[in-house]
């Protein structure tokens, strides 16, 4: 099945404040139908400086979908939360635990693939499907077993779906093939990365050091629904490097 292409907006957010119009109608030209926002300020109920509602309108009107958010929440606000992502008609809530919120134990990860089943119960009451993004540092093995399997092994199929980031994947020296064979259908949502080999920076897709060919090939297997092109925060140019990104993604499908 032939997935449909998106634009993470994080690394766009200062361009979008400037000229939200003109940028999703760039996206939408370059042939993107899908976009991802980033950044929610439980305090203002903004995502990206947006009202949800707002944000939702402004990618609509270019024939954009916003398709999956990302939020930084807990246990205790996942209701909130989830339904301001309701509000945005989005599919999917994306949660990512950082290296500063967990300890590298076997243990925290446990409690953490809990807290994620909480999480996807209460997403899943207002429509949503919870998503885990990944990092690098969630494949470090304690123990003869990595902290990534654990995570996977201790949440529910039906509560938390997985949004790999094969740019994380690449640094931390991981074969996503590997991984989607050993837990296939879990991975609908991707996020492709591309990395410079030797600066470890984001670079645009097909540009750097990660092997898209080979987990492509393994999509169904998967169950690749939405890909997703994102940049680093700090990337030079990252709507130049989205729009270029998305010549070569048309040729892949």
């Given at each position: 099945?032939?997935?449909?292409?998106?634009?993470?907006?994080?690394?766009?957010?200062?361009?979008?404040?400037?000229?939200p119009?003109?940028?999703?109608?760039?996206?939408?030209?370059?042939?993107?139908?899908?976009?991802?926002?980033?950044?929610?300020?439980?305090?203002?109920?903004?995502?990206?400086?947006?009202?949800?509602?707002?944000?939702?309108?402004?990618?609509?009107?270019?024939g954009?979908?916003?398709?999956?958010?990302?939020?930084?929440?807990?246990?205790?606000?996942?209701?909130?939360?989830s339904?301001?992502?309701?509000?945005?008609?989005?599919?999917?809530?994306?949660?990512?635990?950082?290296?500063?919120?967990?300890?590298?134990?076997?243990?925290?990860y446990?409690?953490?693939a809990?807290?994620l089943?909480?999480?996807?119960?209460?997403?899943?009451?207002?429509?949503?499907?919870?998503?885990?993004?990944?990092?690098a540092?969630?494949?470090e093995?304690?123990?003869?077993?990595?902290?990534?399997?654990?995570?996977?092994?201790?949440?529910?199929?039906?509560?938390?779906?997985?949004?790999?980031?094969?740019?994380?994947?690449?640094?931390?020296?991981?074969?996503?093939?590997?991984?989607?064979?050993?837990?296939?259908?879990?991975?609908?949502?991707?996020h492709l990365?591309?990395?410079?080999?030797?600066?470890k920076?984001?670079?645009?897709?097909?540009?750097?050091?990660?092997?898209?060919?080979s987990?492509?090939?393994?999509?169904?297997?998967?169950?690749?629904?939405?890909?997703?092109v994102?940049?680093?925060?700090?990337?030079?140019?990252?709507?130049?490097k989205?729009?270029?990104?998305?010549?070569?993604?048309?040729?892949?499908?």
């Amino acid at each position: 099945m032939k997935p449909a292409t998106g634009a993470q907006l994080w690394s766009l957010r200062k361009v979008l404040r400037e000229e939200p119009e003109a940028t999703f109608k760039k996206l939408a030209v370059a042939g993107y139908t899908v976009v991802e926002p980033a950044g929610f300020n439980i305090s203002e109920l903004k995502i990206q400086g947006f009202k949800p509602e707002e944000l939702k309108t402004l990618s609509n009107d270019q024939g954009l979908q916003m398709v999956s958010a990302h939020f930084q929440f807990s246990v205790e606000e996942a209701s909130l939360i989830s339904d301001c992502a309701a509000s945005m008609g989005i599919k999917y809530i994306v949660r990512s635990f950082f290296s500063n919120e967990l300890e590298q134990t076997q243990d925290a990860y446990k409690e953490a693939a809990q807290s994620l089943n909480q999480m996807g119960a209460i997403a899943k009451a207002f429509g949503l499907q919870l998503a885990y993004h990944n990092h690098a540092h969630e494949f470090e093995v304690v123990d003869g077993i990595s902290l990534f399997d654990i995570l996977l092994d201790y949440t529910d199929p039906d509560l938390v779906v997985f949004q790999p980031d094969l740019g994380w994947l690449g640094y931390a020296g991981q074969e996503p093939v590997k991984i989607f064979q050993k837990y296939p259908g879990r991975f609908p949502i991707w996020h492709l990365r591309d990395i410079d080999p030797v600066t470890k920076r984001s670079v645009a897709i097909g540009s750097g050091m990660i092997d898209f060919q080979s987990a492509l090939a393994n999509r169904d297997l998967a169950g690749l629904e939405y890909a997703i092109v994102e940049m680093a925060s700090d990337t030079e140019d990252p709507l130049g490097k989205i729009l270029s990104s998305r010549q070569v993604i048309e040729t892949w499908f």
